[in-house]
């Protein structure tokens, strides 16, 4: 039964892990330094934004605090979220048909709040969701079960009836641990060990939101 969904934002629903992929580099070289991309997009993407940024701080020895690196991320992504970065394709559809049937949903994103509500509002979805839970503001991260326990509570479901649609393996890990049913969503920066472990950790696993529309028929069923 589904009594309540909760989505991660960041290649679950919006196309935006390519702008990530660009961004931090680009700041990193500002610096002078040339960034591992490989090794560096693996290790960030499951982290909360406070802890990438003492990540890249630590790693390459930065004088500015996390604090600093993360405002000078967010105003370099202020465009991408408010103009540019789009939903990933059938996602505006499903979120729709979801509320259309009154299952509550919340967001629940490592990102910054406001770039959370800067897309969902261009992108026509934000008043499908009760409540968005942004790990940037509440300095928490997804790799522990805190943030996503208080977005299963604002859905006010339980755990047991309740789904969360993730990329990252870290996240479907915490989730799956508190009794949450995962979904992950294939993105195209996973590579092929990605692809394989998150099959075997994840309840379920789609490739685009043409898949999980069949999902829900037969949920619905």
Not at 74 to 95: N, S
Request: glycine share 4%.
């Amino acid at each position: 039964m589904i009594k309540g969904i909760l989505f991660d934002m960041d290649g679950t629903l919006a196309d935006t892990i390519k702008y990530w992929n660009e961004l931090i580099p680009d700041f990193i070289r500002s610096h002078g330094f040339e960034p591992d991309l490989e090794t560096m997009s693996a290790r960030i993407h499951a982290m909360s934004m406070k802890d990438s940024a003492a990540y890249v701080r630590n790693l390459y020895n930065l004088e500015e605090t996390p604090e600093e690196i993360l405002d000078a991320w967010k105003a370099a992504a202020d465009h991408i979220y408010t103009d540019v970065a789009p939903l990933k394709d059938g996602a505006y559809e499903f979120v729709q048909r979801l509320h259309s049937l009154d299952i509550p949903l919340v967001l629940v994103t490592n990102n910054d709040k406001t770039l959370a509500e800067a897309l969902l509002v261009r992108t026509g979805i934000r008043d499908c969701f009760k409540d968005l839970y942004c790990g940037a503001n509440l300095g928490l991260g997804k790799t522990e079960p805190t943030l996503i326990e208080l977005a299963r509570k604002a859905c006010g479901s339980a755990a047991n009836d309740t789904w969360m649609f993730e990329d990252s393996l870290g996240p479907i890990r915490t989730a799956a641990s508190i009794g949450i049913h995962t979904v992950a969503m294939l993105d195209a920066y996973h590579d092929d060990a990605e692809i394989a472990e998150i099959h075997d950790q994840a309840e379920t696993t789609f490739e685009n939101y043409a898949q999980a529309e069949s999902w829900l028929d037969s949920m619905l069923a």
